[in-house]
């Protein structure tokens, strides 16, 4: 399976049954997922920590380091889909939902090739 053949939902469930079969959800509360959720981020940032721009394009094609970047990606990948299911949220209605403020908020026609570097909003 890949991502061209895995729906979301199927995610979701994967997600729903690993922490149903370890009786977990009493522990995966909004705030203790979101928390969870920021640590593994920052777990990913730590692959690309004090390396140049070059290097850090770089990492995600090196077997030395890919293997760790693709293991910390799933695991805020997971985070967010038990926060999904913790909070009943349709993920791909959000991000459709989202797009289209970002599609007004910054139409093509006037950011394209922009970066503002005092707009810290944007996503």
């Known amino acids: 399976m890949n991502d061209q053949s895995t729906t979301v939902s199927d995610l979701r469930a994967i997600m729903r049954q690993f922490v149903d079969e370890r009786e977990w959800s009493?522990?995966?509360t909004p705030k203790n997922l979101a928390m969870s959720l920021a640590?593994?981020?920052?777990?990913?940032?730590e692959h690309f920590q004090w390396v140049?721009?070059?290097?850090?394009a770089a990492r995600g094609h090196d077997?030395?380091?890919?293997?760790?970047i693709a293991d910390e990606l799933a695991d805020v990948f997971c985070y967010l889909l038990s926060l999904a299911?913790?909070?009943?949220?349709?993920?791909?209605t959000a991000v459709r939902e989202k797009m289209v403020k970002n599609a007004r908020?910054?139409?093509?026609?006037?950011?394209r090739g922009v970066f503002e570097a005092t707009d810290n909003s944007r996503g």
């Open 26 to 28: 009493q522990f995966h």
């Open 39 to 45: 640590i593994e981020a920052a777990e990913v940032m």
């Open 105 to 111: 908020k910054y139409p093509a026609e006037k950011f």
């Open 85 to 92: 299911n913790s909070l009943d949220l349709d993920l791909s």
């Open 52 to 56: 140049d721009v070059a290097e850090s």
């Open 63 to 68: 077997p030395a380091h890919r293997e760790g």
